[in-house]
């Protein structure tokens, strides 16, 4: 709600009395064209009615007091510069009334042009446009004058009175058809005359007024249409998708209409000051001789590239240019801009900082150090993560017409395109033959974990953004769309149904993990330059190619600014040293539970079904070399760098098979009277073990002081590994985690048992081995105190503290309901994408305070999804963490928002 003002509040500002960082309270368009003005560019003259007066207006149904006065005067003071009266009948000044938000809201919005036309008025104009020698002669004047007229009524019934746009259109169109015509430049001023007359036919009947005649009546009506659009319908969805807060308001530009439509040394034209596709240097354009601004949106002519203005008119043509750099050098970045010559005088109607691709904005922030504009610091501050991220996977070529036939949620971005296979082993077959496949399932398990390997792209028609699929495609930066329900996966018959279409196994899909849509058929793919030098295949020195040139530079700044280090989520030796070129510092999260699967899964099954402790031991001591051979390669290559290692977190039942399938073998080997005693027990087993919420059930420490010698295995592997790689000359730092801790007690169990092995394996080798925690339970984090007296370091599962904090299942609640949480605005994002500052922050925030409050110095970082994530990268840099941990592919991203924390946060010395 507006504050109250006093009666002399100033509502009003001149275009002189303004500047480019007034755009709270001009708007985007007013703020800059104050700026143009005080530049001394050629700016029509004008002023600006504030987002105040508007704010006003939308809270109380009427305008503030003391506007319409100030308007009077601002009025006065423009006719007396321009030697012009709103409206006079022999030399008409008129105006258009323009929107303009501070954030930029393309086309939402209202815009009145040609305010001050009536039945005098018009023969006024007529009579100047012809008689001040210009080149329209005296009839193309009149019917300049007349198609003014008809286009203000058009639009300012439309606008201002909600008169059906069709009605005039299709007035329009008769009037052409009449005339055996499609082109409005056909019409006459005769005919236009008779347009007029219809137009004002159809704004009586549906007003049950007649056509204002006033020019002040009209110019305040404009302006009141103009505060309300802000609530039209398209505006408010438009805000509610960008994002843009609804009491904003718009400001209104009240401009004297300069005209491109005079003739052919007139015209309109759009310009960039840089191609904001690619950042390349010159001029980008377009300009449409003897036309207005709208016609160029309309399309109803087809423009020419702005250089053939060079031809036409070689003097606008220089000082544009001119102005171009100018602006460009006053505001340091790409601007985009609007202009209008009327006979052969240029004006400016618009400029502002120019939306661009993410290539371009690091092409362009490069370009702009090297011309001295910005520094580094500020050039850092013009990319992101986001746009680094688009910029690292490979994407689909749609120039042709491909249509997606469903879309699921972009769970992992990339385009990948190959044949269609339901099962995992039949994708890692069809691989090996060297085929690309895509593993299809309706969700995926850790079982698939192989198919998943070996597939180009993963889908599969249920499940949200932390899904299995989501999560582990993520981790090996995989395509993968999840949760695209209208797919109905048939595994046993090998097929899916799709928009009435099947799809067998062997066709060909392709799959876009940014946008979630899924094509029939193979649409061509590029990979990514930015990945190629991340890898080291490119050279940044010695490569001609300025976006990986720029990426490099920019990159290496950041890393030079960040506070954070940043670690990496990795499993395997190739995920670990993928992570390692991409700039990783180590690992921040090795999940063990992979190493229990496959051809060890027979292991585990010994383990879980032994009822003798010496049978148990003997499959832990079965499992105990295998084990250390996976740390050993893993601390190979994070040589030198920490490695931390997660106790196994998940309940052991998901080792074993789905209670429904072993129920159905078991009965129907029972049938065929086979020996199923094994089957029997392992069926037993799950029935044991099944939990109603598994999730909070017997899994992370909970396991490993239910399961004797099962941590002591796991912690006596990473320990051997270490220092097998001490004695051949290598540097293994080991951080053992322990999962799911809610209290100190656990934590210190897990921690007497772990330090005696330790101590034992470690002997002289110098290998020191940490221990720490996750802290991924509410209670942890608010007994957090109590724990850090036992843990050498923590780190925040914000995936479990999300789903334990909000209560919300991570496995499904995404696909199930947030499109409807999103949609009333409960959160902006998904809380398991970007952290919950509020509350789950907040519970991130009181165990660090309280865990460095009981222990100094305590290594703190975060390993849930969201330690890569650019705005949650802010949160931990605000925080206070050592280090986020994230999937490998998302480890440049981590850099760049890192850096990115420290120019933003803490104050840039740039300027
Ligand atoms: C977490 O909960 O944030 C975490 C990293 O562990 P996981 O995702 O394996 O449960
Ligand atoms: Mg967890």
Not at 30 to 44: D, I, K, S, Y
Not at 650 to 673: M, S, T, W, Y
Request: charged content about 25%; some cysteine; hydrophobic content about 40%.
């Amino acid at each position: 709600m507006a504050a109250q003002k006093t009666v002399d509040h100033k509502y009003v500002y001149d275009f002189s009395e303004g500047n480019k960082d007034l755009k709270d309270l001009l708007g985007g368009k007013g703020a800059n064209l104050a700026e143009m003005t005080n530049l001394g560019l050629p700016v029509p003259p004008g002023f600006t009615i504030t987002t105040e007066a508007c704010q006003a207006y939308l809270a109380t149904g009427r305008e503030p007091d003391g506007l319409a006065g100030q308007i009077e005067t601002h009025l006065e003071s423009l006719e007396r510069a321009m030697g012009k009266r709103l409206g006079d009948p022999q030399d008409p000044l008129l105006v258009s009334v323009r929107s303009g938000a501070k954030f930029s809201m393309p086309g939402m919005m209202e815009t009145v042009l040609n305010v001050g036309l009536n039945d005098q008025s018009v023969v006024g104009l007529s009579a100047q446009a012809g008689g001040s020698g210009g080149q329209a002669a005296s009839g193309g004047a009149d019917r300049f004058a007349w198609d003014s007229y008809r286009r203000l009524i058009q639009m300012f019934g439309k606008t201002v009175c909600d008169v059906p746009g069709e009605e005039f259109e299709h007035a329009l169109d008769q009037a052409k058809s009449a005339k055996g015509t499609h082109n409005d430049l056909d019409l006459d001023a005769d005919d236009l005359r008779g347009l007029v007359d219809a137009y004002k036919k159809i704004f009586l009947k549906h007003t049950g007024r007649e056509f204002p005649q006033q020019p002040r009546e009209q110019l305040d009506l404009a302006i009141r249409a103009v505060f309300e659009s802000w609530n039209a319908e398209r505006a408010v969805l438009y805000r509610r998708q960008e994002r843009i807060p609804a009491d904003l308001g718009t400001a209104v530009n009240v401009v004297t209409m300069v005209f491109g439509n005079l003739g052919p040394d007139s015209g309109t034209g759009v310009a960039f000051t840089r191609d904001p596709a690619s950042g390349a240097q010159g001029i980008y354009g377009d300009y449409l001789a003897n036309a207005q601004g709208e016609d160029v949106v309309a399309g109803i002519r087809n423009t020419v590239p702005l250089q053939e203005l060079a031809q036409l008119d070689r003097t606008s043509y220089d000082e544009l240019l001119s102005i171009m750099a100018r602006l460009e050098a006053h505001y340091r970045d790409l601007c985009d801009i609007e202009f209008t010559i009327e006979r052969g005088k240029l004006w400016m109607l618009q400029t502002r900082v120019g939306k661009r691709t993410a290539a371009a904005a690091f092409v362009i922030a490069g370009q702009l150090v090297d011309e001295g504009l910005i520094d580094l610091d500020e050039a850092l501050h013009r990319v992101n993560g986001a746009q680094l991220a688009q910029l690292m996977f490979p994407r689909f070529q749609l120039d042709h017409e491909f249509q997606p036939v469903a879309t699921g949620i972009g769970a992992s971005p990339g385009a990948a395109s190959g044949t269609v296979v339901f099962t995992s082993a039949r994708a890692v077959e069809l691989a090996a033959e060297g085929k690309s496949v895509i593993l299809v399932r309706r969700e995926t398990n850790p079982d698939d974990l192989n198919g998943m390997i070996a597939a180009k792209g993963i889908l599969t028609s249920r499940g949200g953004k932390t899904s299995h699929a989501a999560v582990v495609a993520r981790g090996m930066g995989k395509t993968c769309v999840s949760g695209a329900d209208d797919i109905e996966v048939n595994v046993p018959a090998k097929r899916l149904t799709v928009a009435g279409q099947t799809v067998d196994e062997g066709d060909v899909v392709s799959i876009d993990g940014t946008t979630g849509k899924v094509y029939l058929g193979e649409v061509p793919v590029r990979p990514s330059e930015v990945v190629q030098y991340f890898e080291g295949s490119l050279d940044p020195e010695h490569i001609d190619n300025a976006l990986v040139r720029a990426v490099h530079r920019i990159m290496t700044h950041a890393d030079g600014k960040r506070r954070l280090a940043v670690r990496t989520n990795a499993d395997t030796g190739a995920d670990a040293a993928r992570a390692r070129r991409f700039g990783a510092e180590g690992i921040g999260l090795c999940r063990t539970e992979h190493m229990f699967l496959g051809d060890r899964r027979e292991l585990v099954e010994r383990l879980i079904l032994s009822r003798a402790a010496d049978e148990r031991e003997a499959a832990l001591e079965a499992l105990l070399p295998l084990q250390r051979a996976d740390f050993v390669e893993i601390f190979r290559e994070m040589d030198g760098l920490p490695v931390t290692v997660r106790l196994i977190d998940p309940p052991l039942h998901e080792f074993l098979p789905p209670l429904e399938q072993l129920a159905v073998n078991v009965a129907v080997a029972q049938e065929r009277g086979e020996d199923v005693a094994k089957e029997e027990a392992l069926l037993a087993a799950v029935r044991r073990m099944h939990e109603e919420n598994p999730m909070l059930g017997l899994r992370g420490v909970r396991l490993g002081l239910v399961i004797p010698g099962l941590f002591a295995m796991q912690v006596r592997a990473i320990a051997e590994a270490a220092v097998s790689c001490a004695r051949g000359g290598g540097v293994a730092k080991p951080e053992i985690m322990v999962p799911l801790v809610g209290a100190v007690q656990e934590l210190e169990t897990v921690r007497a048992e772990a330090e005696k092995i330790i101590a034992e394996v470690v002997g002289d080798s110098g290998v020191e081995v940490l221990i720490g925690t996750m802290i991924e339970v509410p209670r942890a984090a608010l007994t957090a105190g109590q724990i850090a007296e036992a843990a050498q370091f923590f780190s925040f599962g914000t995936n479990d503290l999300t789903q334990m904090g909000w209560g919300f299942s991570r496995d499904d609640v995404e696909g199930a309901f947030f499109w409807r949480y999103l949609e009333l605005g409960i959160f902006g994002i998904s809380p398991f994408e970007s952290i919950d500052r509020d509350g789950v922050g907040r519970l991130v925030r009181i165990a660090a305070e309280e865990g460095r409050a009981a222990r100094p110095g305590l290594k703190l970082g975060v390993c849930g999804e969201h330690g890569g994530d650019p705005d949650s990268v802010h949160f931990f840099h605000e925080v206070g963490l050592d280090y986020v941990s994230c999937s490998p592919f998302r480890v440049p991203v981590a850099r760049l928002e890192a850096g990115r924390a420290v120019v933003e946060t803490d104050g840039s010395d740039s300027r």
